[in-house]
């Protein structure tokens, strides 16, 4: 046996049996010793953390999409409202435009001076009060147009800029709904002014057409071309719908047909004045009463037809067949020098059948002087004008039946 020296200075010396080394510790074998272990609750809260902070990104996703879509609903109604508010704009600018025009229009008609023929009082002034508030109209119009509609300005970026730029787009689009709102409630307000212009307008040249009946009637004298321009005149005033630059025309047109009436008028006057003039202007209205509905105008000479002196008596007519019929008679100064004698009143009545055939002519053949002659005889004699200057001394007596069928022109 052979000893061995100790591990250490107190080291227990080993035992030895059988050649074997035997530990000073006994018990059961195990396995080799494991490495150090993570503990459970640190891993947990690695895991936990990145759950939440997902969780949160997640959120944050959804957050900035909602934001985003928000927004774009709110642009879109937005810009839908804009568009309304655009398209009532352009309406009331063009309707505007139509009332500046109607009233301008009616400003002109107003405006008019020396006028022949004045509309009753109460026209005038009602056109004048509905222009005054027309211009009023335009002007509220005109202010309601120049409003400016907010744009939506440059998306932004992130939710927490979305979410205010959203519920500033909301107010922007409330302002252009009202907007929209407001500027439908003027365009009605124009479209009322207008019709108001239009109404007193219309009644104003409607009442100036109808004047000319009566204005005729007091200017008898009148040339035969001014009275059918004052006719047609009237009639287009009559039948006018509309206020525009062609009622200003319109009334202009009657009021210088009015005033060419008076002028021609005046010159037929003036040519006929004097020491025969009285007898003269009898004589005219003897002749329109034989053919009323006849446009009649006169002309005086010393000779007409060849006649006029040494007690002879002269007349000599021109007519047209045209609507309205219309003649012009010559009489000569002897007829008024002799008036009221029924030499004269045969001889005008004579000329008178002439004239009235304008609205008889197929009563009788007009085809010859002899039968034109006989005709205006005639219709002298069925008038009860029987003296021989009707027409039997220069044209001899017309046949029974060219009595009978004067008799029913009138």
């Known amino acids: 046996m052979t000893a061995l020296p100790p591990h250490g200075a107190d080291a227990p010396a080993p035992v030895l049996l059988g050649g074997h080394r035997l530990s000073t510790s006994f018990g059961s074998a195990g396995p080799a010793t494991a490495p150090p272990r993570t503990p459970r609750k640190k891993r947990t809260g690695l895991v936990l953390g990145l759950v939440g902070g997902a969780a949160v990104i997640a959120a944050l996703a959804i957050t900035q999409v909602s934001a985003s879509l928000g927004y774009d609903a709110a642009a879109d109604d937005h810009a839908d409202a804009v568009a309304a508010a655009s398209s009532e704009k352009s309406q009331l600018r063009a309707e505007n435009a139509d009332l500046q025009s109607v009233a301008d229009a009616a400003g002109l008609i107003i405006a008019g001076e020396n006028e022949a023929i004045v509309a009753p009082p109460e026209t005038e002034q009602a056109l004048a009060g509905a ?109 006018t719908t509309t206020i525009d630059d062609a009622a200003v025309s319109t009334y202009t047109s009657l009021q210088s047909a009015a005033a060419q009436v008076v002028a021609t008028e005046n010159e037929e006057l003036a040519e006929k004045s004097g020491p025969l003039m009285n007898a003269r202007l009898e004589i005219e209205a003897f002749a329109r009463a034989l053919a009323p509905g006849v446009l009649l105008e006169f002309d005086w000479a010393p000779v007409v037809n060849g006649a006029g002196f040494n007690g002879s008596m002269g007349g000599y007519t021109t007519w047209w067949w045209d609507e309205p019929g219309r003649s012009v008679i010559q009489l000569s100064d002897s007829v008024a020098e002799q008036w009221p004698a029924d030499r004269s009143r045969a001889l005008v009545a004579h000329e008178v059948g002439h004239a009235i055939s304008v609205k008889c002519e197929d009563m009788y053949d007009s085809s010859t002087q002899d039968s034109i002659e006989k005709w205006a005889t005639a219709w002298a004699i069925s008038m009860g004008y029987t003296d021989d200057a009707n027409g039997v001394w220069a044209y001899g007596y017309p046949p029974q039946s060219y009595i009978d069928a004067a008799a029913g022109c009138r």
Do not use: Q
Request: charged share 25%; hydrophobic share 55%; aromatic share 4%.
């Open 131 to 239: 222009v005054t508030e027309a211009e009023k109209a335009v002007a509220e119009a005109d202010a309601l147009i120049a409003t400016e509609v907010s744009p939506a300005g440059a998306k932004p970026t992130w939710f927490w800029e979305l979410f205010g730029a959203t519920t500033r787009l909301d107010e922007k689009r409330d302002e252009a709904v009202d907007l929209a709102d407001d500027l439908l409630a003027e365009a009605a307000d124009v479209l009322t002014s207008s019709d108001a212009v239009t109404e007193s307008g219309v009644a104003l040249l409607t009442a100036a057409g109808e004047a000319a009946v009566a204005f005729e009637a007091a200017h008898i004298s009148a040339r035969n071309d001014a009275v059918i321009d004052l006719r047609d005149a009237a009639a287009a005033a009559i039948a």
